[in-house]
């Protein structure tokens, strides 16, 4: 969604209130992405065809657990200053890409599904949180032949 500029660039200097909720974009999909809305409230001024933005942004990350891949999301928060040029003639600016990569910048990298996730098994990629108790059978034959052929 479209920040309209048309009120900023009228009164350029003059801060005005932003409260807006940026809609998601289909197809914008990653590993790691924002999901859902971003909520951006805060203030900005137009300057020079520049728009000062001041904002909190608020939204949903999600991302997989740093061990388990287990998909998780999250809520995120994030006082942010930033500036999004605004285009000659332009009644409006998308500031969706600029807030999610401040977003994605500024977030968690190792978020754990819990505190306590035991992970993967590194031989099978068993999930050691559903099998705890999980010990890996020795490499059948096959596979220890291929190695050995592969070795130098
Ligand atoms: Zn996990
Ligand atoms: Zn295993």
Do not use: W
């Amino acid at each position: 969604m479209a920040l309209n500029v048309l009120e900023f660039v009228a009164q350029p200097g003059r801060r005005i209130p932003i409260d807006v909720v940026l809609a998601p974009v289909p197809g914008e999909a990653d590993d790691l992405r924002v999901v859902g809305e971003i909520h951006m409230r805060g203030q900005g001024f137009a300057q020079l065809a520049t728009l000062y933005i001041d904002v909190e942004m608020t939204t949903t990350i999600a991302q997989p657990c740093g061990r388990c891949l287990l998909p998780i999301e999250a809520p995120f928060s994030l006082r942010e200053s930033f500036t999004v040029p605004i285009p000659p003639t332009a009644d409006a600016v998308d500031v969706r890409p600029a807030a999610v990569s401040l977003l994605l910048s500024a977030h968690n990298p190792n978020v754990l599904c819990r505190p306590d996730c035991r992970g993967l098994c590194p031989k099978c990629g068993a999930d050691l949180n559903e099998d705890p108790s999980h010990a890996c059978p020795e490499r059948d034959p096959g596979t220890r032949r291929l190695g050995d052929i592969l070795r130098p």
